[in-house]
C-alpha cells in the first residue's frame, strides 16, 4: 500500500519530537515496522523516505552494514540496520543473498558454518570457534603418538593454509574476503590453542 507524502510528514514531525513509534503507527493508521524504519532514517539524518515511494538507493549503506555484521556476528541484523540508518528487511534479503552466494560454499563441510547463523541475534558469540575446535578436535584424537600428532597437525596446516589462500587469492569481493579471513584466524587459534608451545 503506497502510503502518502502528507502521513509521511506527520509521522516524521512525530518522530522529531519522539512520540513513542506505535502511538504513532496507531494514530496514522500504518504499520509499527514502517514507523521503526523511517525512525532509523530520521535518526541517520535521511529524510528522503518522505518523498521516494521507496527507498532503494542505500547501496553503500548496505555494503557497509554487510562488513560491519560479519565483523561483529553474533548480532542482530536489526541493530546493524538501526546504526546504518537501512531497512531491516532490506539488510536481512541483502544478508541472506550474500551468504547464498558466499565463496565459502567451497570450502569443506567442517568448516562451513551457516547453519550456526541465526538471523535475529540470538546466537552464542562462542558457537562459530566451538564448531572449529570441534572439527579440530576430531582430528587431532586420532593420533596415539607423539609423531602421529605431529603429522595430523602438520596435514591440518598445509591443507587448510593452501585451501583459504587459494581461494583468498580468487575473491574480488572485499566482504566476502574479510569473512574468509576471519574464518582463517579462528581455524588458526583453534589449532595453537590444542598445540604444544612450539607450535
Same mark, same amino acid.
Given at each position: ?28 493508521? *500504518? ?34 552494514? *554487510? ?7 553474533? *548480532? ?11 531497512? !531491516? ?18 570450502? !569443506? ?86 598445540? !604444544?608451545?612450539?607450535?
Amino acid at each position: 500500500m503506497k502510503i502518502s507524502v502528507s502521513i509521511k510528514e506527520q509521522a516524521c514531525e512525530r518522530l522529531l519530537h519522539f512520540h513513542p513509534k506505535k502511538a504513532i503507527a496507531r494514530e496514522l493508521g *500504518i504499520s509499527a515496522s514502517v514507523v521503526r524504519d523511517w525512525s532509523f532514517f530520521v535518526n541517520k539524518g535521511d529524510f528522503a523516505w518522505i518523498s521516494e515511494r521507496s527507498v532503494l538507493t542505500r547501496k553503500a549503506q548496505q555494503h557497509q552494514a *554487510i562488513l560491519y555484521w560479519i565483523e561483529h556476528y553474533p *548480532i542482530g541484523y536489526s541493530d546493524v540496520a538501526r546504526l546504518f540508518g537501512i531497512r !531491516p528487511s532490506d539488510l536481512y534479503t541483502k544478508i541472506k543473498r550474500y551468504i547464498a552466494h558466499s565463496p565459502s560454499e567451497h570450502l !569443506p563441510d567442517k568448516i562451513r558454518l551457516w547453519d550456526c547463523l541465526r538471523w535475529h541475534g540470538t546466537g552464542d558469540a562462542m558457537v562459530d570457534k566451538a564448531r572449529i575446535r570441534k572439527m579440530v578436535s576430531e582430528r587431532l584424537s586420532r593420533a596415539k603418538t607423539k609423531e602421529q600428532l605431529d603429522k595430523e597437525v602438520n596435514d591440518i596446516l598445509i591443507t587448510y593454509e593452501c585451501l583459504f589462500q587459494e581461494i583468498l587469492s580468487d575473491c574480488k569481493d572485499e566482504v566476502k574476503k574479510k569473512e574468509l579471513q576471519l574464518y582463517h584466524e579462528q581455524l588458526k587459534q583453534a589449532l595453537a590453542s590444542r598445540l !604444544p608451545a612450539k607450535y
